[in-house]
Structures are given as C-alpha cells and as structure tokens.
DNA sequence: ACGATTATTGTACCGTCGGTACGATTTGTT
DNA sequence: AACAAATCGTACCGACGGTACAATAATCGT
C-alpha cells in the first residue's frame, strides 16, 4: 500500500468513525452530512469525494460492525468451544455488539437485502461476511449434533438462521421495550436475555 | 356520536387510508405529507388539521393495526383454543399481519417506546393495545401449563413476551432475507417460517 | 333567512438537509 | 519551478416537513 493509499484509508476512516460517533449519540436521521464533515474535520466536498452518499457511509459502518461481530464470534468460541458455553458465548457476543450498535444492529432482521446490483460492493461484502458468520455457527452446531449435544429436527444451516432470528428478536426486544419489560417482569432485560437464551436452547435439546 | 363528530372521524379515516396505502405502495420516507393529502382528496392545510405531523400519522396506524392484531389473535384463538393449535393460530395470525403491514410490524421490536410524555395520547394507546394482546397469549399459556401441555421455566408473562420476541424476529428475518434463504436453505420463507415456529415450540415443551 | 362560527382550501413561504458545481487553495511529486 | 491531485469554501439546487394567512364554503343557532 503506498503513501497515498494510506493517507486515503487514513481519511476514509475518520470520516468513518465520526460518522459512527455522531449515529450514534443523535441517531442517523438526525445526523446531517454537515454534522459528520465538521466532526471528522474534513470540509463537505471532501466527505462527497470519499463517500458517494450518507447511505454508503452507513453501509460502510454496517459492514465494520459484522466484521467486528464475526471476530467477536470466532474469538470467543476459540476460547468456549464446548456446550452449552460455546451457545452462551454466541449468544453474549450477539448481546454485546447490540449495545456497541444498538443502530446498527437492526439491519440483521430488516435493511439490508441481498443486492441485485453487484456494483454495490459495500452491499455484496455485507453480505459476504453475514455468510461467513454463518458458517462459523453452523460448524459449531454441526459439532454439537456429532457429539449428540443436541438434536436438530432440520439442517444445520436453516437451524443456524432461525436460532439467529429468535436470539435477535429477543436482544431488540429487550433493549426497546426495557421499561415495559421491568414493569411487567419484574426482571432487568440483562436477566430477560438470559432467561430468553436458555429458552432457546431448550428448543435444539431434548432428544427426538 | 354527533353528526360533525361523525363526520370528523370519517375524514380521519380517509386521511388514514389514503396514508396507509401509501405507505405501503411506496414506502414511509418516500411518501410525502403533499402526496397523502392528495391521495386522500384533502388539502395540506386539512391534513395538518386533523394531523399535526407525518409521524402521528404513522402512529395512528400503527395503532389501528395493533388493533387488528389483537382482533385477529382473540378470533383465532376462539375458533382453536386447544394445544398445540392454539399457539400454531398464534404464529400464524402475526405471520398475516405481517404479510398485511410490513412496514409497521417492525414497531413490536423497536421503534414504539413506552412514552413518558403523556401527551402522547396515541402512544399511550399503542401501549396499551399490546398490553392486552400480550394478557391473551399469557392466558393461553397459563391454561396450557393447568393442562400439563407445556412446561414453563419463567412466569408466563416472561414466557409470552419472550415468545412474542422470537417468534416476530423469526417472521422479519424471513420476509427481509427471503432470497438469502432460499439460495442457503432451499425452502420457501413460509415453510422456514413453519419450522421456526415449530422449533420455537419445543422450548416450551419437553418436561422438566 | 341571516349573521356568526367553524371547517376547508389554495397558495405562498420558511428552514433544513442531501447533494452538486466550481473556482480557489493547498499539498505532493519530479 | 511547474504540474497534477487532493482539499477546501461557498454558493446553490430541489425536495420535503411544516406554517401562515387570507379567502371561501359549510354549518348552526336563533
């Protein structure tokens, strides 16, 4: 990488992390372009050179956060591979990267598609890395049923996306509806969560 | 009801349509006040009589579908009361108002807070629509536990909210990543929908 | 039937924001 | 010194949410 390719991604990435401080504190829609030129120290015009838009911006920051989220999941199931604490550990890095980027976090139900044009590679690498999580989750289930931990009533792969699905709904709902929940509960939405994993857990147990 | 109230409240109701399809058609951002109030055969000034924004338009429908869901959940769960049709009813119930409102549904997991403001009538109301949905599902579990059909590790409530989070994660993360699980899976997003739920339910059952 | 009140309309307008144009200025390279 | 690339400042466009306001239409009390 030469001098200049460094001073690029060099200012690529500032732009990058204040745009991601500022959704952040104010939100996206209330963050302006203006905002994240003046944070970042750039003047607008360049901001438009690096970044064709505000929604590329946040595809960009949307990728960091899965790649952050794949190595948060490869790195602790290193250290956790057993069962149920590799399931746990999936399940709390899931959790902890939700309150890194509650924003972003959404885009895992909802958001982002897989694109139909493949010149937006932001998009494509999005989704790339999604599949790679994937796949660390299935191989680890894939080895919970060889050791007979558990018992699947469906392939791995499409066990893998729904568990993900529920242990996403459960870690938003929990964040968003934190009042309502102490309120009805009784409990904090740390203990809902738990309570909310060992549930699920349940429903790959059980044999037959 | 006097006859200006009536006729108040049908004005509303155009105005709400005329919104609604819109929103559905083509989107929330992408639909203007300008278009609403054409849409809906009013003018601006008209529509801003009866609304005061654009997202106490949105809140107002969220709410009416909140209502529709609850009408939808006591009606099914009326005509399949028993175990494990009741909680199959269920699933499906909000897997057709989603198909009916997607753009709305994503309010159960984020989105509509409780209010602390309350000023916010409509907000209030929206809380408390989903208050009663959520002491319906809680009643059919708790008539599933006297009956032995299932077996709870938490308090029913706990149970139905945790529930009501996958299973609506399960239903949002079909619709969105309909053609990623297609190609990783093979089946339809109604049959991974079905098999969600399926597995959603052997959470809850299996003794001890 | 008539005046007063209320509802509705059309239009012009404001402020904000995403995005663009473009000439001036700085920086780096040789 | 000279040239090219990157950066900057500023002015601007168009879209949109929302407001102001005067004019007009509908409703109602009497």
Redesign the interface.
Known sequence: MSKKERLSAFNRSNILSAAKQLFFEKGIAQTTMDDISKEADYSKSTVYAYFKSKEEIYNHIILENFEILKNDICEVLRSKPGFPDGYFAICNALMENYSASPLFF?S????I??PDDESETVLVQI?EVG?EI?GVIEHYLNYCVENKYINL???P???T??L???????I???H??N???G???G?TKEC?MQ??F?????????GK
Request: glycine share 10%; net charge positive; charged share 15%.
């Open positions: 959404e895992i139900l909802s958001g598609k897989i989704y599949d994937n009533d469906m392939p792969l499409q066990a996306l729904t993900w699905a529920g242990i996403t709904g459960i938003m709902f929990a968003n509806k009042a309502y929940i309120m009805a509960t409990t809902f309570n909310g060992r549930l699920l857990l349940k429903s790959i147990m059980g």
